[in-house]
Structures are given as structure tokens and as C-alpha cells.
């Protein structure tokens, strides 16, 4: 990590020094990640071209809706403007793999099973505002009809920070080795985790889950296809089969997948993931920064 980004490993030591637990230095500057937050914004769709959740897309006109593989309409999740983002955030804040620039929109399926939900992803690199269309489909998408609810647009800003790992992903023994407070280590997250407390999304990071496990599923299922079965060392020796037995293609491909999109339940937004819970997509790390959003895997977690 450059010394110009603005959550440096000073920065770490000094936050750990605010929460008395400056013995977790090392673990902590290991596994600390970027994340993105989506902070709410004005209710509804004034402003073309710009960051949201939910509500429709504004999409040149010569771009068809997605539809699912019965021939629904897919629900937008999200529009995502990545130079108005880069903007808001400050570049310090942000990770060197985030985009620069281009519109992403993130359409999903029908909500279940909740194992590879069906989505589709468009980018445009270089989108003119002017050719961009607010459009609003001729009948309900599948989730707005599933759900019987409307999907209520609401602009988004992005907040750069990073996080530590949350409860799924903690090493309890690497923090029950040390003289530490738990409580201490626990308070840090969740400040991190809840501030600001209006947040709609988050982008990177460590996805909400109970078994710390989401880059297993994502890189089997993007693949081999095959369904995770909750096994991370079957997982893992599908991965190192897939790569003719190499064992570090297999753990690289775990390691960089990204979590490019979480979001929450809402019921201003309209959205509601089975019990309150969040949808997740996941993407490799390589893709990414190659901007090539065709392979990816969208799953939802709910208590």
C-alpha cells in the first residue's frame, strides 16, 4: 500500500492506539481491506447519469433491458458512475484497483434460490450524459413483481475507508492470543463498520456472512459452475483440480476475489433480501482492473 494513500499503516497504528490495542498490529495491517460505502442521497432520479440504488437505469436508448432466461424483466440494483465516485472520495481513499471512469449497471433476477443469482452487469467506458435516458419499463421487473413492491431510486456518494474483519472473518485465535480486550477489538469494527449510519451499500471489504467463507463460493462457481457445498477444503481442491494441480493458481484466485457490490435490505429503496438479509456479487481481482464485468457471481446471505 502507497504511503500517499490515506489509510497508511500510520494511520492503522494510530487507530489502534485510540481503541488500547496496538498488540494486534500486525494481524490487523494484514488484514485490513478498502471498502467503498454507498451513502443515501436525495430520493429520486434528477440527476442523469448519476450514482443510485434501486429505481430504474438511465441507459443510451439503443441498449435493451436485461431479461431473465424466462424473459422477465430484470430488476436494476444499482448505477454505478465511477468518475463521480472517484470524485467524491478522493483517489487517496480509494484502492488502486477501483475504475476511473464508466458507468456500471447492475441488474439482478429473481431473488431464490439463493445460490447464483441470476444477473447481468453492463459498462459503458465512456458514457454522454446527453444520450442517457431515464427509462421506466413498460411492466413490472421480477422483483417488483415477486415482491410486490416499486423500486424507489436513491442517489448514492461514495465514502473511501477501510474495515477489519467482521465476526465471520476473525481469527479468534490470533485475537485470543493476545492480551487484548475483545470488547476493545469489537467496539473498533463496528464504529468502522456503522459510520456513516445511512448507508445503503458498500463495495469491497469483508461481505456480511456467518461462515467467512463468500471468495470460496464466488471462485468455484465462476469457475467450475459447480454449487458450493459449505466445504472450503473441497472448495479449494475443486479450484486446484480446475488449474491441473496448481495449488497456488487455486489459493491466488481465492485471495483476489472482490467483493464488488453488497447490498442491504431497504424497505424505502424497496428491496428486501429474504429475511433482511444482503445481496452480494463477487468479482476476480484481474477483471476488474481489466474492466471485463461478463464473469460474475451474485448469491444472497440472510440470517
Known amino acids: 500500500m502507497e504511503n500517499s494513500y490515506k489509510y497508511n499503516d500510520d494511520y492503522v497504528r494510530s487507530l489502534l492506539a485510540e481503541y488500547e490495542i496496538t498488540e494486534l498490529e500486525d494481524y490487523l495491517l494484514q488484514h485490513r481491506r478498502p471498502v467503498v460505502k454507498l451513502e443515501r442521497g436525495q430520493a429520486g432520479a ?85 444520450e442517457l435516458v431515464y427509462r421506466k419499463p413498460e411492466q413490472k421487473t421480477i422483483l417488483e413483481e415477486t415482491q410486490e413492491m416499486e423500486s424507489s431510486p436513491f442517489e448514492v456518494h461514495a465514502i473511501g475507508q477501510i474495515e477489519f474483519p467482521n465476526y465471520a472473518y476473525e481469527d479468534v485465535d490470533e485475537l485470543e492470543a493476545t492480551e487484548t480486550s475483545m470488547e476493545n477489538y469489537e467496539a473498533m469494527a463496528e464504529d468502522m463498520r456503522f459510520k456513516p449510519d445511512d448507508v445503503l451499500g458498500r463495495m469491497f471489504g469483508y461481505p456480511e456472512g456467518q461462515h467467512g467463507d463468500d471468495e470460496y463460493e464466488a471462485a468455484l462457481v465462476i469457475h ?30 481465492i485471495q483476489d476475489m472482490l467483493m464488488l457490490l453488497e447490498l442491504d435490505s431497504d424497505d424505502d429503496v424497496g428491496f428486501r433480501w429474504w429475511d433482511s438479509g444482503v445481496i452480494h456479487l463477487f468479482i476476480r481481482k484481474e477483471d476488474l482492473i481489466n474492466l471485463n464485468f461478463d464473469r460474475m457471481y451474485c448469491s444472497i446471505y440472510s440470517s
Open 224 to 253: 467450475t459452475g459447480k454449487k458450493y457445498g459449505y466445504d472450503t477444503g473441497e472448495a479449494r481442491k475443486q479450484l486446484i483440480k480446475h488449474f491441473n494441480g496448481d495449488e497456488q493458481k487455486a489459493d491466488q484466485e
Open 46 to 130: 434528477s440527476s442523469i447519469g448519476k450514482s443510485r440504488i434501486g429505481g430504474y437505469p438511465d441507459l443510451p436508448p439503443e441498449i435493451e433491458w436485461p431479461k431473465t432466461s424466462d424473459g422477465k424483466l430484470m430488476t436494476l440494483l444499482a448505477q454505478l458512475n465511477f468518475a463521480q465516485m472517484v470524485e467524491e472520495a478522493g483517489a487517496e481513499t480509494l484502492p488502486e484497483f477501483f475504475p476511473k471512469r464508466g458507468l456500471l449497471y447492475i441488474f439482478a433476477g429473481l431473488d431464490e434460490p439463493a445460490y447464483d443469482v441470476e444477473h447481468k452487469v453492463i459498462y459503458i467506458p465512456q458514457p454522454e450524459t446527453a
